[in-house]
């Protein structure tokens, strides 16, 4: 669900009451159980490559082959310093292992190195790594840009002052990128189990589905045998975010195999007025939708009309390439009259433009147009914004929908707001007991300022999904700005406990005991939110006023 930013509550008095056990210990998530992997019928792709040979030769030169893998198999040296934060960062092999080190002079604190696990990105337009601290797994600060071939801070930390070296690695982000991923331990978004992975890249079994049984005789899913929603689901689970995506009850994207309806896990919606400038990096599935092409052939259209899923055009063949698929559906003839000169179909109605939401980026424009309007030729959104589902689709829940429209309210569209609460009110009596519903309604009733009408919402959803940290977040706000302090302190314990690297969570700990004069336990608070976040400058302001005589609170 969607990630408030939650607000430091510096409003609390100073004659608090005394609070629980407050230290916080290094290894209390590690007292979580831990589960076993699951039984697993994914075989990876060396199983495959006995029979299939050839596929598997072609396969493993394309990037998808390549999304992911052990850090070591892309070992990249890099010295760089970035100018907003000053940290001089460096990525280098050290006995057999690839290394993180950032430094930023005289910063006792952003002086320090973690070794990279895992890479993710085959590097063609872009590669980041993995770190894991305490178990809990991480992504690197640094990006390697390969458009314009330079390395920078991570796509949404441009300009940043702070060092993010708490930039978690959650299974939303993995799903894509790496096979057959085990879940976090339960109660966290980012702890797992090490390895975290089956396998690395897009495999086989992620296109056709777990192969233990075929291996030894038993059918497989042939994408080309499907009907066509279940065919095209398949590269949509990656390929696909939408404008919003709802989860349906209880089902995670994780839970699709190929062959499903992808419909049953995920609810994709995008904008009506899509007739934009805004192409995501991921953002082919909508765009092709959009094409008079797609639109005039219906079915018999998909993404292996032009894509072969088992190989790659080389550089040099790729315009001869795309102009022989275009002209199985246009005709040679066509092509004689119409640019004769001119091979490269593609590059004048597909050309690439700037990604609007990844930094340094460029994505290939799949609405096929007749002519290009150029990056800066947007067409202005008509009227209000309506979400719609897609693929359209007139069985949508009034539940999916209601998120939805909560969900681009929280993305700041302010218009969204009155359609989100009216849902959410009609949906929360037919869905009593979802946890998100009632989540997000209770948010609605915090900003209303119904506080306990929220803690009465949000105490229900967490009993119905415990594992759940935001809205635990949101309650402790809800509490804290209550005066209930006491209750605060204990839902902020319980996700600090689960997610160390949530500063403010950890920030509010250490104020509220320190409030109390239990200053040893706000000391190891701060250190803790250090260990993960040691460039957060109010940690740091903090710390120095508790080792003050006498001590202070805050930063
Ligand atoms: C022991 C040999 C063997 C192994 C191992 C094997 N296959 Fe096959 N596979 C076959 C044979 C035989 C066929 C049927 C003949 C054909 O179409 O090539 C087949 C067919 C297929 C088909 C087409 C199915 C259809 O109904 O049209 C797919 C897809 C496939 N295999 C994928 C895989 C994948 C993925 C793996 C690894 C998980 C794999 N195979 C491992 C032997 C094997
Ligand atoms: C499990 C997720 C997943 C599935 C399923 C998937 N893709 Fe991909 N695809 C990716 C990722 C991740 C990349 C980027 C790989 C990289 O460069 O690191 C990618 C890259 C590509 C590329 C770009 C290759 C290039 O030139 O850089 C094409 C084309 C593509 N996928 C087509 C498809 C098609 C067609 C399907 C369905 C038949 C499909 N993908 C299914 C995840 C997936
Ligand atoms: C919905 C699926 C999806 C999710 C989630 C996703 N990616 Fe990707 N990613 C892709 C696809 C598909 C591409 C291929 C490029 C494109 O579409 O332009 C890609 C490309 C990339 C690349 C560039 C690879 C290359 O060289 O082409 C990097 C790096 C990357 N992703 C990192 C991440 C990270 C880090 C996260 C988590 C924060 C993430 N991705 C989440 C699907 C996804
Ligand atoms: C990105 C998705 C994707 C991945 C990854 C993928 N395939 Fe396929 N595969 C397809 C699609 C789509 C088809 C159907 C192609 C068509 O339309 O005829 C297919 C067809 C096949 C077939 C049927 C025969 C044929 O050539 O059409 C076999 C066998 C097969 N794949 C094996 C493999 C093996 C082995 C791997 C791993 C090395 C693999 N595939 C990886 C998507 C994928
Ligand atoms: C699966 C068949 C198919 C493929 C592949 C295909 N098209 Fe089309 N395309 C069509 C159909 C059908 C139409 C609509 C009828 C027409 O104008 O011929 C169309 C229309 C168009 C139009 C007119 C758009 C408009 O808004 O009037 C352009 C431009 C176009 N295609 C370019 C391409 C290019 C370039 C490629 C290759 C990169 C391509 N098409 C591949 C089927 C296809
Ligand atoms: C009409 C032909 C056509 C169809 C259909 C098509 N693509 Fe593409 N796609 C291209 C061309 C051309 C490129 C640019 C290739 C290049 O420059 O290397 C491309 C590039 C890509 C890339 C690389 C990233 C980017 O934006 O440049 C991905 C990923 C991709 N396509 C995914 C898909 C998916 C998923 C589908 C199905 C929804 C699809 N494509 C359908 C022609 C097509
Ligand atoms: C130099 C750029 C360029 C190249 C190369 C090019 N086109 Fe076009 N194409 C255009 C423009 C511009 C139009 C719009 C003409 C108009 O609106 O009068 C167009 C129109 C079209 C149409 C709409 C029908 C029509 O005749 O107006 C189709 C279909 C099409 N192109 C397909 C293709 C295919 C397939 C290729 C490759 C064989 C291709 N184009 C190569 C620029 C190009």
């Known amino acids: 669900m969607t990630k408030r930013i939650i607000l430091v509550l510096l409003l609390m008095s100073a004659a608090v009451v005394r609070l629980n056990s407050g230290r916080p210990q290094s290894n209390d998530a590690a007292r979580l159980p831990a ?168 495999t086989c079994e992620r296109c056709h589905g777990p192969g233990a049984s075929h291996v030894k005789g038993g059918p497989i899913v042939n994408p080309a045998h499907l009907a066509a929603d279940r065919r095209d689901a398949i590269c949509m689970q990656c390929h696909l975010e939408g404008k919003i995506a709802v989860e349906r009850p209880g089902l995670h994207l994780s839970n699709y195999k190929p062959g499903d309806d992808l419909s049953t896990y995920v609810r994709y919606f995008v904008l009506s007025d899509l007739a934009t400038r805004d192409l995501g990096a991921v953002s082919q599935v909508e765009a092709l939708a959009q094409s008079t092409c797609k639109q005039k052939s219906g079915d018999s259209m998909s993404c292996t009309s032009c894509h072969d899923p088992h190989s790659e055009p080389s550089p040099e063949n790729k315009v001869a390439y795309y102009r022989k698929k275009c002209l199985s559906c246009h005709g040679a003839s066509f092509a004689e009259k119409h640019h004769p000169n001119q091979a490269d179909c593609a590059g004048c109605h597909m050309p690439a433009s700037r990604s609007t939401d990844v930094a340094h980026t460029q994505v290939t424009d799949h609405r096929i147009l007749r002519r290009h309007l ?45 359609k989100a609460e009216r849902l959410l009110r009609q949906a929360v009596m037919n869905n009593p007991d979802d946890p998100a519903v009632l989540a997000e309604l209770g948010y609605v009733e915090q900003q209303h300022g119904r506080a306990d009408s929220a803690r009465a919402l949000y105490q229900r959803a967490i009993t119905r999904d415990p594992d ?75 710390l120095q006023r508790l080792n003050q005589v006498p001590p202070a609170c805050g930063p």
């Open 468 to 542: 759940t940290l935001d809205v635990a977040i949101d309650l402790a706000v809800l509490e804290a700005s209550s005066g209930h302090l006491g209750a605060a302190v204990k839902l902020w314990q319980s996700v600090f406990a689960r997610a160390p690297y949530r500063s403010n969570v950890g920030l509010n700990l250490a104020e509220a005991f320190c409030k109390s004069g239990q200053y040893d336990s706000a000391r190891s608070y701060l250190l803790r939110v250090l260990e993960f976040d040691p460039d957060s400058a109010h940690a740091k302001l903090s």
């Open 35 to 202: 589960v076993a992997a699951p039984e697993t019928s994914y075989v990876g792709n060396d199983a495959c490559a006995r029979c299939h040979e050839a596929i598997s030769e072609s396969y493993s030169h394309t990037s998808m082959a390549h999304a992911s893998g052990p850090a070591t198999d892309e070992p990249r040296t890099v010295d760089f310093v970035d100018p907003g934060s000053r940290v001089h960062y460096r990525i280098f092999s050290d006995a057999g292992q690839l290394w993180l080190s950032f430094e930023r002079p005289g910063d006792s604190f952003v002086n320090g190195k973690r070794k990279l696990l895992y890479f993710v990105g085959s590097g063609r337009r872009g590669l980041t790594y993995l770190f894991a601290v305490d178990g809990f797994l991480f992504e690197s600060p640094i990006n390697w840009y390969g458009d314009k071939k330079l390395w920078d801070m991570a796509p949404a930390y441009q300009g940043t002052r702070e060092i993010p070296l708490n930039l978690p690695a959650f299974t939303s982000c993995l799903y894509c990128h790496v096979s057959d991923l085990r879940p976090p331990l339960p109660g966290t978004e980012n702890r797992y189990a090490m390895p975290f992975q089956g396998h690395g890249g897009v």
């Open 374 to 418: 150029g990056v800066d030729g947007a067409l202005q959104s008509a009227g209000d914004p309506e979400l719609v589902p897609f693929p359209r689709s007139e069985q949508v829940d009034l539940r999916d929908r209601a998120l939805a429209w909560q969900m681009l309210a929280q993305k700041g569209d302010a218009e969204a707001r009155g």
